[in-house]
């Protein structure tokens, strides 16, 4: 079983930067390399969306195009841990913020219903 922890969550002004972490822990098959990773969002009274991932061994990322240009996914396996860097933080960026894995494949996704481990979310609020 895999546990999902987030951190770095805040309040920040328009404009400003945030890095949240994710830490794995339990039973990592393989290490976190082999692990497809996620970030999600979820603002009051909206579905939770897809923010950017990771796939299995780096291959590759993908990014929404809402915050193409403004957050950047990365993972250290020594640390078991994924980050999503964001910079020129929107209102409209505040959320619930959610990290997920999966094994089933080797691509990027976005899809929610592709991963298996969620983590509990840190809420981030962008506001002056």
């Known amino acids: 079983h895999l546990q999902l922890v987030e951190s770095g969550g805040g309040l920040v002004q328009p404009g400003g930067s945030l890095r949240l972490s994710c830490a794995a822990s339990g039973f990592l098959v393989d290490g976190l390399d082999y692990y497809g990773i996620a970030w999600f969002r979820q603002a009051p009274g909206k579905e939770r969306e897809g923010v950017s991932c990771i796939s299995r061994r780096d291959l590759s990322t993908t990014v929404a195009d809402s915050v193409k240009g403004r957050f950047t996914i990365s993972r250290d396996n020594a640390k078991n841990t994924v980050y999503l860097q964001m910079h020129n933080l929107k209102p409209e960026d505040s959320a619930v913020y959610y990290c997920?894995?999966?094994?089933?494949?080797?691509?990027?996704?976005?899809?929610?219903?592709?991963?298996?481990?969620w983590g509990q979310g840190t809420q981030v609020t962008v506001s002056s």
């Open positions: 997920a894995a999966h094994r089933s494949s080797s691509s990027c996704s976005l899809v929610k219903i592709e991963y298996d481990w």
